[in-house]
């Protein structure tokens, strides 16, 4: 059964912490959690002090720091991949009139329709969607691929109405998407401990939410792959997409199997935007994945998207990179930033187009 692990990994710990150098980010973290573990007092947190005072931790903040000095230990010199890299073809040459590639139609949205309800504290909630529909042309295809995205917050806020989020729905139902930007749980809403991809979640807030959020995008898909014709949509074409937290979702609903995300939850692509996670699971007949992260983030660190390129590229599964250099966790810099003359969004299209075979809708259209 695939599972993405967040475990204890004292030996991790043990093997690769003396030479990591905790962000001072993550030490005001663990000072404001333990201050005890401080041995000298001089307001810094060294890996050898973290070793150390390790037990003093609280579960939620110790389990993510192993995961984070593991994935920063992993990741040799040698093997670093720094450089922007796919395993697709390029799509054909456009003319500036490609559906799925360039911005030929009108759309309109449909707001807040219901695709489930789940549990809120002691009572139930709708879970809510939009929809960005193209307005069928002569140019559209009969059958359209969808892209359902989900917003970031760290699964404590934000909303499916953020800016970005509506621009990138904007985005692609401009290019013949059925866009879909979803609402799912978070800590407001406090969810019930749910299984998923973090473990015992009854014992982390983090890891509750996390698993509350996947249950969610996981509904999310089965709902667009149960209503495909109503919206001219592929069910064999639904890609995933998120940003930050969002990201975190759509990878793990991707990359766990059937066991977890439950029936009908499969998708064909997935886009990650500044998004990470454990990556030993990952296997080539996943589905493939578009990872676009700045160098410098220090929210979803950097050292787990090289983590997953690295068991994607051994793996040898379908896969786009683009690093972008010295870059935190900055969405808009990231989309803008230009490879080989594209910005990283109308990369995104190209992976999209050949990973989808979105070649074929047009085809069948004609």
């Given at each position: 059964m695939?599972?993405?692990?967040?475990?204890?990994?004292?030996?991790?710990?043990?093997?690769?912490?003396?030479?990591?150098?905790?962000?001072?980010?993550?030490?005001?973290?663990?000072?404001?959690a333990?201050?005890?573990i401080?041995?000298?007092s001089?307001?810094?947190?060294?890996?050898?002090?973290?070793?150390?005072?390790?037990?003093?931790?609280?579960v939620e903040?110790?389990?993510?720091l192993?995961?984070?000095?593991?994935?920063?230990?992993a990741?040799t010199?040698?093997?670093?991949?720094t450089?922007?890299?796919?395993?697709?073809?390029?799509?054909?040459?456009?003319?500036?009139?490609?559906?799925?590639?360039?911005?030929?139609?009108e759309?309109?949205?449909?707001e807040?329709i219901?695709?489930?309800?789940?549990?809120?504290?002691?009572?139930?909630m709708?879970?809510?969607?939009d929809?960005?529909?193209?307005?069928?042309?002569?140019?559209?295809?009969?059958?359209?691929?969808?892209?359902?995205l989900?917003?970031?917050?760290?699964?404590?806020?934000?909303?499916?109405?953020?800016?970005?989020?509506?621009?990138?729905?904007?985005?692609?139902?401009?290019?013949?998407y059925?866009?879909?930007?979803?609402?799912?749980?978070?800590?407001k809403?406090?969810?019930p401990a749910?299984?998923?991809?973090?473990?015992?979640?009854?014992?982390?807030?983090?890891?509750?939410?996390?698993?509350?959020?996947?249950?969610?995008?996981?509904?999310?898909?089965?709902?667009?792959?149960?209503?495909?014709?109503?919206?001219?949509?592929?069910?064999?074409?639904i890609?995933?997409?998120?940003?930050s937290?969002?990201a975190?979702?759509?990878?793990?609903?991707a990359?766990?199997?059937?066991?977890?995300?439950g029936p009908?939850?499969?998708?064909?692509?997935?886009?990650s935007?500044?998004?990470?996670?454990?990556?030993?699971?990952?296997?080539?007949?996943d589905?493939?994945?578009?990872?676009?992260?700045?160098?410098?983030?220090n929210?979803?660190?950097?050292?787990?998207?090289?983590?997953?390129?690295?068991?994607?590229?051994?793996?040898?599964?379908?896969f786009?990179?683009?690093?972008?250099?010295?870059?935190?966790?900055?969405?808009?810099?990231i989309?803008?930033?230009?490879?080989?003359?594209?910005?990283v969004?109308s990369?995104?299209l190209?992976?999209?187009?050949?990973?989808?075979?979105?070649?074929?809708?047009?085809?069948?259209?004609?």
């Amino acid at each position: 059964m695939k599972r993405i692990a967040v475990t204890i990994i004292a030996a991790a710990l043990a093997t690769h912490a003396l030479a990591i150098e905790i962000p001072k980010r993550v030490q005001k973290k663990i000072l404001a959690a333990a201050p005890e573990i401080d041995l000298n007092s001089d307001g810094n947190v060294t890996a050898s002090e973290l070793i150390t005072g390790r037990d003093k931790l609280p579960v939620e903040l110790l389990t993510m720091l192993n995961l984070y000095m593991a994935t920063q230990g992993a990741a040799t010199k040698d093997s670093e991949p720094t450089k922007h890299k796919t395993t697709l073809p390029k799509p054909p040459a456009g003319n500036g009139a490609t559906p799925f590639l360039d911005p030929l139609f009108e759309f309109k949205e449909v707001e807040n329709i219901t695709y489930g309800t789940a549990k809120s504290e002691d009572a139930t909630m709708p879970l809510l969607l939009d929809v960005y529909q193209p307005v069928a042309t002569d140019k559209l295809p009969q059958k359209l691929p969808a892209m359902i995205l989900a917003f970031g917050g760290g699964w404590k806020k934000g909303s499916k109405d953020t800016k970005y989020i509506r621009d990138l729905c904007g985005y692609y139902a401009a290019r013949g998407y059925v866009a879909i930007s979803i609402q799912y749980r978070i800590a407001k809403d406090n969810p019930p401990a749910l299984p998923g991809p973090a473990p015992s979640p009854e014992t982390s807030d983090l890891f509750r939410l996390m698993n509350a959020a996947f249950q969610d995008t996981c509904d999310a898909v089965r709902w667009v792959r149960k209503n495909a014709d109503p919206y001219a949509i592929d069910p064999n074409r639904i890609a995933i997409g998120g940003v930050s937290a969002g990201a975190f979702n759509s990878l793990s609903a991707a990359f766990c199997d059937a066991t977890i995300t439950g029936p009908d939850a499969k998708v064909a692509a997935v886009i990650s935007l500044m998004g990470a996670i454990g990556a030993n699971h990952i296997d080539e007949n996943d589905p493939p994945v578009f990872i676009a992260h700045g160098t410098s983030d220090n929210v979803a660190p950097y050292a787990m998207v090289q983590g997953m390129v690295q068991q994607l590229d051994k793996v040898k599964a379908t896969f786009s990179f683009y690093p972008v250099e010295g870059v935190a966790h900055r969405l808009q810099t990231i989309l803008d930033t230009e490879f080989d003359g594209k910005t990283v969004m109308s990369h995104s299209l190209d992976f999209c187009f050949e990973a989808m075979k979105l070649g074929e809708l047009i085809n069948e259209s004609r």
